[in-house]
Every structure is written in structure tokens, then in C-alpha cells.
């Protein structure tokens, strides 16, 4: 779904996000822009740091700034307590999705029994096994292939060419991006007589409301069982998660992430990309790993803590064990 831009005045926006504006607030704005790169037509925000300084030379129309900002120049701005967030909820109002219309495509291809709720959307070449249950205002993109049985919650966005294999259950105000697979078989191998064979994956996944799962991730069925994606949480393109994990609520995961079996995350942590986690390991509430990390098998991340490295361990030791290979290394040059 691409977006078209709209048009707001500076005072129709501030009323918008419940803020107070002053200067020009009959100006209209178009689009949202960076600060070095916005016209008279154009929305940007301040939050800190050398953006302050950008702010006195910027054309932009309307600024978006912290409440205290200084407006030595006398410029068109609204201000908001958090910036960041509110140029999100701007974005949203000039720059809206276009909604593609209510109705199956004549090239859609649907099992029996299949539930479409009112409103919904099911693009060209999609194919919805028997049994399938589109909630209302769901949207589901071309080429997309809906296994049998799968529950597809309200107002959910599937995006072109995504795999949703058989059971899979998707809750509400879910978006699906392209080239994800969703419901695969987990990696299970038993070794027999020196051959691996499959270990049957027989599971199911469960994706809670208001998650976001980003193009070419894949989140592998439970062998036997759940694998868990809780409500909010969002994840980066080319992630994997693996069989009979369990994400909780409003969880981030940055790209290139893998998630071995077993894995439980809690609620409010926050993995950064290229991290590899162990079977069975257990992110507590909170904790936070740095890029590149690497968790050992049933590793426990104490809740609130922040760690990095290979294996990955409090991120003040880690710093200090790089200033001591630092030392040793300036010493040995200097030999």
C-alpha cells in the first residue's frame, strides 16, 4: 500500500496533537521532511542535540519542538513533548496509507469455508486454504498463500508474497511484511543409526495483537505446542525465531537476529541485530543486548541488565576487558 500526501494547516495540526503553536497557523503544510532538506510547504521536528542548530537555518514551514525550545527567529512551530513521537502521529495525518478497497480479487483463489469479514481486502493471485477466518479491514497482498485453518485477525495488514502455513492464528492491527514465513517447520533433527531424520513438527504459532514482523523473518512452529509472539512486540527484517520460542509483550528485535529453539524473551527487552541466542535461554523483563551479542544455551539475562559482547556479559565489564586488550596491544607495538 503506498502512501499519498495530504494537506493540513499548522493550527488543524496542533489541534491535532493537542498542542500549543504559534506563528503562522494558517500555513499549509504538505509532506514531512528532514530539517535540511524541507521547503515552506514542509513539516520537520527538533528533538536535541545538533538538530538545535540545524533549527535556526532550516526553510521548513512548522517545526515540531521540545517545549522549551528557544524561538530566538520568531519561526512557525507546535510545541509537543516528545518530537519524535509526534512527527510519527504527523506523519500519519499528511502522509495517509492508501486503503485498497473492500473485496476479493477474480484472481484470488479460496478453499472451502473460508470467512471473509466486512470490509476486508484479499488481493490478486492470493490463496486462502479451507477453513481461513479474515477478520474486518483486514488487508492480505498479492501472492500471498493463507495455509488452511489460519486466523487472520481485524484490521491486520499482510503484505505481498508472505507464507502463513496451516494453524496459525494472527490477531488484530498485525502487519505482515513481504517475504516473511510464518509457521514453517522448526529445525528438528533426531541422529538414528548415524542418519538425521525429522522430528516431526506438529505445533502451532500464536501472534498477539499490534505486532509488526519485518520482510524476510521467519518464525518457525512449535515442534510440540506454542511458538509465542506477544502483543506489541515488533521485529526487524531477517529475523528468525525458532521453534517453541516465546516472545512477550512489546519486545523489540533489530535485523539479522536468530532465536534458537526454546527461547523465552519477556516483556520490554530490547535485542540489537545480528545477536545469536542459545536453545533455552531466558532474556529476563527489560534487559537489553548490544548488536552482535551472542548468548550462550540456557543462558539466564538478569532482568534490567544490558550486556554485549561474545559471550555476552555486563556491558561495564565488557568495556573494561576492551580497554585492557587496548593496553596490551599498544605495549606489544611498542616492544
Known sequence: MQCHTGLVLVRELAAFLNAPWEG????????????????????????????????QSTQAGCLLTPEDFANADGQTVIRVTDPRAAVARAIARLHPKTV??????????????VVIGPGAHVGSFVSLGAGVRVGAGAVIGPGTTIGEGV?????????????VYPGVTIGSEVVLHSGCVIGADGFGYVLTNGVYENFPQIGRVEIGDRVEIGANSCVDRAALGVTMIGEGTKLDNMVHIGHNCRIGRHVVIAAQTGLSGGVVVEDYAVIGGQVGIGDKARIESGAVLGSGSGVLTSKIVRGGQVLWGTPARPLKQYLGQLAVLSRLAKKSNAE
Open 24 to 55: 503562522d497557523g494558517d500555513r499549509e503544510l504538505r509532506r514531512v521532511a528532514a530539517l535540511g532538506e524541507a521547503g515552506p510547504d514542509d513539516l520537520s521536528f527538533v528533538a536535541r542535540g545538533k538538530a538545535m542548530k540545524l533549527a
Open 151 to 163: 486466523f487472520i485477525g481485524g484490521n491486520t495488514t499482510i503484505h505481498a508474497r508472505v507464507s
Open 100 to 113: 485498497p478497497p473492500p473485496g476479493v480479487h477474480s484472481t484470488a483463489v479460496l478453499g472451502p469455508d
